[in-house]
Protein backbone atom coordinates (compact mmCIF):
# COMPACT_ATOMS: atom_id res chain seq x y z
CA UNK A 1 0.00 0.00 0.00
CA UNK A 2 1.26 3.68 -0.95
CA UNK A 3 2.34 5.53 1.85
CA UNK A 4 0.57 8.74 2.71
CA UNK A 5 3.51 10.83 2.44
CA UNK A 6 3.85 9.36 -1.39
CA UNK A 7 -0.16 10.70 -2.23
CA UNK A 8 0.43 14.05 -1.01
CA UNK A 9 -0.05 16.22 -3.73
CA UNK A 10 3.92 17.52 -3.38
CA UNK A 11 4.83 14.22 -3.74
CA UNK A 12 2.56 13.74 -6.94
CA UNK A 13 4.55 17.01 -8.71
CA UNK A 14 7.70 15.75 -7.85
CA UNK A 15 7.50 12.83 -9.49
CA UNK A 16 6.70 14.59 -12.91
CA UNK A 17 3.09 13.46 -14.00
CA UNK A 18 2.38 15.63 -16.96
CA UNK A 19 -1.96 15.10 -15.84
CA UNK A 20 -3.50 15.50 -12.96
CA UNK A 21 -5.42 12.47 -11.08
CA UNK A 22 -9.47 13.14 -11.37
CA UNK A 23 -9.76 13.77 -7.97
CA UNK A 24 -7.92 16.94 -8.22
CA UNK A 25 -10.11 18.27 -11.04
CA UNK A 26 -12.62 20.89 -10.18
CA UNK A 27 -15.92 20.91 -11.19
CA UNK A 28 -16.67 22.57 -14.77
CA UNK A 29 -18.73 25.43 -12.85
CA UNK A 30 -15.53 26.20 -10.60
CA UNK A 31 -12.93 26.46 -13.63
CA UNK A 32 -14.07 29.80 -15.39
CA UNK A 33 -10.71 32.28 -14.63
CA UNK A 34 -8.57 29.30 -14.27
CA UNK A 35 -5.75 28.91 -15.47
CA UNK A 36 -1.69 29.85 -15.26
CA UNK A 37 -1.19 32.08 -12.21
CA UNK A 38 1.47 32.96 -14.37
CA UNK A 39 -0.64 34.05 -16.97
CA UNK A 40 -3.90 34.53 -15.82
CA UNK A 41 -3.70 38.77 -15.14
CA UNK A 42 -6.37 41.74 -15.36
CA UNK A 43 -6.73 42.23 -18.96
CA UNK A 44 -8.92 45.07 -17.65
CA UNK A 45 -6.44 46.77 -15.49
CA UNK A 46 -8.13 46.28 -12.37
CA UNK A 47 -6.20 45.98 -9.48
CA UNK A 48 -6.91 45.18 -5.24
CA UNK A 49 -6.31 49.09 -3.56
CA UNK A 50 -3.00 49.50 -2.48
CA UNK A 51 -3.40 51.58 1.15
CA UNK A 52 -0.50 53.19 2.71
CA UNK A 53 -1.11 53.26 6.58
CA UNK A 54 2.36 54.75 7.69
CA UNK A 55 0.24 58.01 9.07
CA UNK A 56 -1.23 55.66 11.63
CA UNK A 57 1.86 53.01 12.63
CA UNK A 58 4.36 56.28 12.20
CA UNK A 59 4.85 56.36 15.65
CA UNK A 60 5.29 60.32 14.88
CA UNK A 61 3.62 63.02 17.16
CA UNK A 62 0.23 64.54 15.55
CA UNK A 63 0.15 68.18 14.22
CA UNK A 64 -2.65 68.76 11.59
CA UNK A 65 -0.85 67.74 8.81
CA UNK A 66 -0.80 64.50 10.53
CA UNK A 67 -4.60 64.67 10.91
CA UNK A 68 -5.35 65.59 7.69
CA UNK A 69 -3.16 62.62 6.49
CA UNK A 70 -4.95 59.82 8.53
CA UNK A 71 -8.46 60.96 7.60
CA UNK A 72 -7.63 60.05 3.47
CA UNK A 73 -6.04 56.76 5.13
CA UNK A 74 -9.54 56.34 7.16
CA UNK A 75 -11.43 56.68 3.80
CA UNK A 76 -8.88 54.82 1.65
CA UNK A 77 -9.47 51.67 4.02
CA UNK A 78 -13.06 52.10 4.10
CA UNK A 79 -13.46 51.78 0.22
CA UNK A 80 -10.71 49.06 0.11
CA UNK A 81 -12.85 46.89 2.91
CA UNK A 82 -16.06 48.24 1.40
CA UNK A 83 -15.58 47.73 -2.53
CA UNK A 84 -12.99 44.77 -2.58
CA UNK A 85 -12.92 43.10 1.14
CA UNK A 86 -8.90 42.73 0.14
CA UNK A 87 -6.65 45.24 -0.07
CA UNK A 88 -2.65 45.55 -0.32
CA UNK A 89 -1.32 47.33 3.00
CA UNK A 90 1.74 49.51 2.96
CA UNK A 91 3.38 51.38 5.86
CA UNK A 92 2.08 48.17 8.26
CA UNK A 93 5.24 48.33 10.67
CA UNK A 94 6.22 44.54 10.86
CA UNK A 95 9.70 44.99 10.22
CA UNK A 96 11.30 43.61 6.83
CA UNK A 97 13.80 41.77 8.71
CA UNK A 98 11.39 39.97 10.36
CA UNK A 99 9.07 39.25 7.78
CA UNK A 100 12.25 37.51 5.98
CA UNK A 101 12.74 35.59 9.25
CA UNK A 102 9.52 34.43 9.02
CA UNK A 103 9.83 33.58 5.42
CA UNK A 104 12.92 32.23 5.26
CA UNK A 105 11.58 29.43 8.27
CA UNK A 106 8.73 28.28 6.13
CA UNK A 107 10.90 27.78 2.74
CA UNK A 108 13.57 25.58 4.92
CA UNK A 109 10.69 23.62 5.83
CA UNK A 110 9.51 22.98 2.60
CA UNK A 111 12.71 21.94 1.39
CA UNK A 112 13.07 19.45 3.52
CA UNK A 113 12.04 16.05 1.91
CA UNK A 114 7.99 15.12 1.95
CA UNK A 115 8.64 11.76 4.48
CA UNK A 116 10.51 14.55 6.93
CA UNK A 117 7.87 17.06 6.70
CA UNK A 118 5.63 14.21 7.58
CA UNK A 119 5.35 14.51 11.19
CA UNK A 120 3.64 18.33 10.47
CA UNK A 121 0.84 17.41 8.19
CA UNK A 122 -2.94 17.59 8.68
CA UNK A 123 -4.25 14.20 8.21
CA UNK A 124 -6.72 14.78 5.18
CA UNK A 125 -7.94 11.20 6.36
CA UNK A 126 -9.50 12.60 9.45
CA UNK A 127 -11.15 15.67 7.03
CA UNK A 128 -8.40 18.26 7.15
CA UNK A 129 -7.08 19.51 4.07
CA UNK A 130 -3.78 18.85 2.66
CA UNK A 131 -1.26 20.98 4.05
CA UNK A 132 0.77 21.46 7.19
CA UNK A 133 -0.66 23.82 10.01
CA UNK A 134 -1.10 25.22 13.11
CA UNK A 135 1.47 22.24 14.18
CA UNK A 136 4.20 23.80 12.03
CA UNK A 137 3.69 27.67 12.82
CA UNK A 138 4.31 26.24 16.92
CA UNK A 139 7.48 24.49 15.49
CA UNK A 140 9.33 25.32 12.57
CA UNK A 141 8.03 28.78 12.06
CA UNK A 142 10.10 29.41 15.62
CA UNK A 143 9.96 33.47 14.79
CA UNK A 144 6.13 33.50 15.36
CA UNK A 145 5.81 34.85 18.75
CA UNK A 146 7.86 38.00 17.58
CA UNK A 147 5.93 37.92 14.26
CA UNK A 148 2.70 37.69 16.33
CA UNK A 149 3.05 40.16 18.56
CA UNK A 150 3.69 42.71 15.82
CA UNK A 151 0.57 41.56 13.11
CA UNK A 152 -1.80 41.72 16.47
CA UNK A 153 -0.77 45.57 16.74
CA UNK A 154 -1.10 45.89 13.16
CA UNK A 155 -4.86 43.72 13.30
CA UNK A 156 -5.51 46.87 16.60
CA UNK A 157 -4.45 49.48 14.12
CA UNK A 158 -6.46 48.52 11.39
CA UNK A 159 -9.36 47.69 13.30
CA UNK A 160 -9.02 50.86 14.73
CA UNK A 161 -8.85 52.34 10.80
CA UNK A 162 -12.12 50.30 9.78
CA UNK A 163 -13.88 51.60 12.93
CA UNK A 164 -13.48 55.21 12.32
CA UNK A 165 -13.94 54.51 8.64
CA UNK A 166 -17.80 53.42 9.93
CA UNK A 167 -18.16 56.27 11.75
CA UNK A 168 -17.44 55.22 15.50
CA UNK A 169 -14.94 55.59 17.93
CA UNK A 170 -11.55 53.73 17.10
CA UNK A 171 -11.80 51.54 19.44
CA UNK A 172 -15.34 50.46 18.65
CA UNK A 173 -14.88 47.33 16.41
CA UNK A 174 -12.18 45.93 18.84
CA UNK A 175 -14.54 46.05 21.50
CA UNK A 176 -16.91 44.40 20.31
CA UNK A 177 -14.37 41.58 19.06
CA UNK A 178 -13.12 41.11 22.58
CA UNK A 179 -15.84 41.41 24.61
CA UNK A 180 -14.67 45.02 25.70
CA UNK A 181 -14.75 45.49 29.60
CA UNK A 182 -14.76 41.95 30.71
CA UNK A 183 -10.98 41.06 29.62
CA UNK A 184 -9.52 37.88 30.28
CA UNK A 185 -7.43 35.01 28.43
CA UNK A 186 -10.45 33.99 26.56
CA UNK A 187 -11.82 36.89 25.27
CA UNK A 188 -8.79 38.22 23.15
CA UNK A 189 -8.80 38.21 19.63
CA UNK A 190 -6.80 34.65 18.36
CA UNK A 191 -4.12 34.33 15.66
CA UNK A 192 -3.85 31.50 14.22
CA UNK A 193 -0.92 30.67 11.31
CA UNK A 194 -1.38 28.32 8.39
CA UNK A 195 1.24 27.60 5.69
CA UNK A 196 0.19 27.13 2.07
CA UNK A 197 2.35 24.96 -0.05
CA UNK A 198 1.51 25.17 -3.96
CA UNK A 199 3.36 22.61 -5.63
CA UNK A 200 3.64 22.82 -9.33
CA UNK A 201 0.79 21.64 -11.48
CA UNK A 202 0.89 20.18 -15.02
CA UNK A 203 -2.46 21.25 -15.83
CA UNK A 204 -3.37 24.84 -13.40
CA UNK A 205 -6.76 25.03 -15.57
CA UNK A 206 -7.95 22.49 -13.81
CA UNK A 207 -7.52 22.95 -10.29
CA UNK A 208 -6.77 25.16 -8.04
CA UNK A 209 -4.40 25.39 -5.11
CA UNK A 210 -6.89 26.82 -2.64
CA UNK A 211 -10.52 26.44 -3.19
CA UNK A 212 -12.74 29.94 -2.97
CA UNK A 213 -13.90 30.82 0.05
CA UNK A 214 -13.81 33.47 2.55
CA UNK A 215 -12.09 33.87 5.67
CA UNK A 216 -14.03 33.16 8.85
CA UNK A 217 -11.82 35.87 10.79
CA UNK A 218 -11.82 39.62 11.47
CA UNK A 219 -9.36 39.84 9.12
CA UNK A 220 -6.34 37.64 7.35
CA UNK A 221 -3.11 38.82 6.90
CA UNK A 222 -1.12 37.10 4.09
CA UNK A 223 2.42 37.05 3.29
CA UNK A 224 3.50 34.85 0.16
CA UNK A 225 7.68 34.01 -1.75
CA UNK A 226 6.54 36.44 -4.99
CA UNK A 227 5.27 33.73 -6.90
CA UNK A 228 1.63 34.79 -8.08
CA UNK A 229 -1.84 32.86 -7.14
CA UNK A 230 -3.92 34.83 -5.59
CA UNK A 231 -7.38 35.95 -7.09
CA UNK A 232 -10.44 37.40 -5.22
CA UNK A 233 -14.58 38.33 -6.79
CA UNK A 234 -14.98 41.48 -7.25
CA UNK A 235 -18.15 42.92 -9.34
CA UNK A 236 -19.23 39.63 -10.30
CA UNK A 237 -15.55 38.78 -12.08
CA UNK A 238 -12.05 36.88 -10.79
CA UNK A 239 -9.52 39.31 -10.51
CA UNK A 240 -5.59 38.18 -10.06
CA UNK A 241 -3.43 40.01 -7.74
CA UNK A 242 -1.23 41.75 -8.79
CA UNK A 243 2.90 40.63 -7.24
CA UNK A 244 2.19 42.40 -4.21
CA UNK A 245 4.44 46.03 -4.44
CA UNK A 246 7.71 45.17 -2.00
CA UNK A 247 6.81 45.38 1.67
CA UNK A 248 3.49 44.91 1.53
CA UNK A 249 0.93 42.21 3.00
CA UNK A 250 -2.33 41.24 1.49
CA UNK A 251 -5.14 41.79 4.14
CA UNK A 252 -8.74 39.76 3.84
CA UNK A 253 -11.79 40.86 5.36
CA UNK A 254 -13.32 38.03 6.82
CA UNK A 255 -17.07 37.12 7.96
CA UNK A 256 -16.30 38.11 11.26
CA UNK A 257 -15.74 41.84 10.43
CA UNK A 258 -18.56 41.90 7.50
CA UNK A 259 -21.23 40.67 10.54
CA UNK A 260 -20.32 43.39 12.74
CA UNK A 261 -20.27 46.15 10.04
CA UNK A 262 -23.51 44.88 9.12
CA UNK A 263 -22.31 43.74 5.64
CA UNK A 264 -20.68 47.56 4.66
CA UNK A 265 -17.22 45.89 4.99
CA UNK A 266 -17.22 42.68 3.09
CA UNK A 267 -15.70 39.26 3.47
CA UNK A 268 -13.87 38.99 0.33
CA UNK A 269 -14.41 35.51 -1.73
CA UNK A 270 -11.06 34.69 -2.78
CA UNK A 271 -8.86 31.81 -4.32
CA UNK A 272 -5.44 30.40 -4.73
CA UNK A 273 -4.43 29.49 -8.46
CA UNK A 274 -1.39 26.68 -9.28
CA UNK A 275 1.03 27.12 -12.23
CA UNK A 276 3.28 25.15 -14.31
CA UNK A 277 6.29 26.74 -13.29
CA UNK A 278 6.98 27.64 -9.89
CA UNK A 279 6.69 26.56 -6.02
CA UNK A 280 4.05 29.14 -3.99
CA UNK A 281 4.09 29.49 -0.68
CA UNK A 282 1.78 32.01 1.72
CA UNK A 283 1.64 32.49 5.18
CA UNK A 284 -1.48 33.72 6.56
CA UNK A 285 -2.20 34.77 10.41
CA UNK A 286 -6.12 34.75 10.54
CA UNK A 287 -7.30 37.14 13.42
CA UNK A 288 -10.25 35.47 15.35
CA UNK A 289 -12.35 36.80 17.79
CA UNK A 290 -12.67 34.01 20.80
CA UNK A 291 -14.82 31.15 20.16
CA UNK A 292 -17.38 31.43 22.71
CA UNK A 293 -16.91 34.33 24.60
CA UNK A 294 -18.32 36.88 22.41
CA UNK A 295 -21.68 37.15 20.13
CA UNK A 296 -21.40 38.31 16.62
CA UNK A 297 -24.11 40.37 15.65
CA UNK A 298 -24.28 43.47 13.79
CA UNK A 299 -23.13 46.48 15.86
CA UNK A 300 -26.35 47.97 16.77
CA UNK A 301 -25.35 51.95 15.34
CA UNK A 302 -25.21 50.39 11.97
CA UNK A 303 -28.65 48.79 12.32
CA UNK A 304 -31.40 51.44 10.84
CA UNK A 305 -34.74 50.87 9.35
CA UNK A 306 -33.56 51.56 6.19
CA UNK A 307 -29.93 48.95 6.96
CA UNK A 308 -32.40 46.31 9.16
CA UNK A 309 -29.74 43.46 10.63
CA UNK A 310 -28.77 41.64 7.85
CA UNK A 311 -27.42 38.49 10.36
CA UNK A 312 -28.54 36.76 12.97
CA UNK A 313 -26.25 36.91 16.55
CA UNK A 314 -23.78 34.09 16.43
CA UNK A 315 -20.59 33.03 18.39
CA UNK A 316 -17.63 32.45 16.37
CA UNK A 317 -17.83 28.67 17.29
CA UNK A 318 -21.44 28.40 16.09
CA UNK A 319 -20.47 30.77 12.53
CA UNK A 320 -17.87 28.06 12.33
CA UNK A 321 -19.93 24.81 12.46
CA UNK A 322 -22.72 26.85 10.34
CA UNK A 323 -20.08 27.64 7.61
CA UNK A 324 -18.58 24.00 7.89
CA UNK A 325 -21.70 21.94 7.70
CA UNK A 326 -22.54 24.37 5.02
CA UNK A 327 -19.89 23.25 3.07
CA UNK A 328 -20.20 19.70 3.46
CA UNK A 329 -23.85 20.27 2.38
CA UNK A 330 -22.69 22.19 -1.07
CA UNK A 331 -19.84 19.57 -1.95
CA UNK A 332 -22.38 16.60 -1.49
CA UNK A 333 -24.68 18.10 -3.78
CA UNK A 334 -21.96 19.32 -6.33
CA UNK A 335 -23.55 22.98 -6.06
CA UNK A 336 -23.85 24.74 -9.45
CA UNK A 337 -23.73 28.20 -9.05
CA UNK A 338 -21.82 30.36 -10.23
CA UNK A 339 -21.01 32.34 -7.17
CA UNK A 340 -20.71 30.13 -3.86
CA UNK A 341 -22.53 31.11 -1.30
CA UNK A 342 -20.50 33.15 1.78
CA UNK A 343 -22.17 31.52 4.81
O1 LIG B 1 -2.26 31.76 -0.71
C1 LIG B 1 -2.98 32.77 -0.66
O2 LIG B 1 -2.65 33.86 -1.16
C2 LIG B 1 -4.33 32.70 0.01
C3 LIG B 1 -4.48 31.50 0.91
C4 LIG B 1 -5.82 31.41 1.52
O3 LIG B 1 -6.78 31.99 1.07
C5 LIG B 1 -6.02 30.57 2.72
O4 LIG B 1 -5.11 29.87 3.13
O5 LIG B 1 -7.14 30.62 3.29
Redesign the pocket.
Known sequence: MASPSSTRVESLSLSGLCAISPEYVRPADERAGLGDAFDVDDRDGLQIPIVDISPFTGGNGKDDDDDQRRRVVVEAVRAAATDWGVMHVAGHGVPRELVDRVRTAGAGFFALPVAAKEAYANDPAAGRLQGYGSRLAANAAGHRDEFGRRVRELASTLLAVLSLGLGLPGSRLEDELTGAGNKGDDDDLVLQM?V?YYPRCPQPELAVG?EA?T?VSALSF?L?NGVP??QVRHAGRWVAAARSPEDTMVVHVGDALEILSNGRYASVL?R?LVNREAVRV?W?VFCEPPPDAVVLRPLPELVTADEPARFEPRTFREHLDRKLSKKQLLDEQHQKDDKPDKY
Open positions: KNVHDVHGLHGSV
